[in-house]
T-cell receptor, first 114, second 111 residues
């Protein structure tokens, strides 16, 4: 049982490049989400999904796309990277139905945009 | 939309001192409340959570938090901190479909 797995752990991009951060979970969680963490700003929700085929925007969605074709995977795409997207990105998942909806986090992906 | 406010961004304590970190939220409906901890270089780990029932919640490592609905607060406490509690602490509130985090409080415990 691997939990939430994020790849890559580190990435350096040039302005304008595109890339995809991968997130996979093996806990059969319905809910998956992406956050970015910046100093002094906590974690801000980018996008989230409550099940396969369903996605919605969080607090800071601009410049990012997501899709949820399977329960296990929730990739985050940067369409045209900007220096303002330099951050640490965390994927998290949880059950959606039932009482226990604690989020489980991946180990993070540190992205630098030059 | 909900929001979360953590009162202190930096807290410095000596070992054995008592800790209280403030957290207030704004949301009109039913909420689930969480405290997460992030040790240096690591990802977030759940300290404790409140869904319903007893408003005094006990978590791991001697931490506890009290949900006061009338004050929209969920403050984190520990009677006696240790050097190993040095970390960043995040309050989070789930209302509806979104889990929203506060800006975090960096705790440094001096040995």
């Amino acid at each position: 049982n691997a939990g939430v797995t994020q790849t890559p752990k580190f990435q350096v991009l040039k302005t304008g490049q595109s890339m995809t951060l991968q997130c996979a979970q093996d806990m059969n969680h319905e809910y998956m989400s992406w956050y970015r963490q910046d100093p002094g700003m906590g974690l801000r929700l980018i996008h989230y999904s409550v099940g396969a085929g369903i996605t919605d925007q969080g607090e800071v969605p601009n410049g990012y796309n997501v899709s949820r074709s399977t329960t296990e995977d929730f990739p985050l795409r940067l369409l045209s990277a900007a220096p303002s997207q330099t951050s640490v990105y965390f994927c998290a998942s949880s059950y959606w139905t039932g009482k226990e909806r604690e989020l489980f986090f991946g180990e993070g992906s540190r992205l630098t945009v030059l | 939309a909900q929001s979360v406010s953590q009162h202190n961004h930096h807290v410095i304590l000596s070992e054995a001192a008592s800790l209280e970190l403030g957290c207030n939220y704004s949301y009109g409906g039913t909420v689930n409340l969480f405290w997460y901890v992030q040790y240096p270089g690591q990802h977030l780990q759940l300290l404790l959570k409140y869904f319903s029932g007893d408003p005094l919640v006990k978590g791991i490592k001697g931490f506890e938090a009290e949900f006061i609905k009338s004050k929209f607060s969920f403050n984190l406490r520990k009677p006696s901190v240790q050097w190993s509690d040095t970390a960043e602490y995040f309050c989070a509130v789930k209302g509806g479909n979104k889990l929203v985090f506060g800006a975090g409080t960096i705790l440094r415990v001096k040995s």
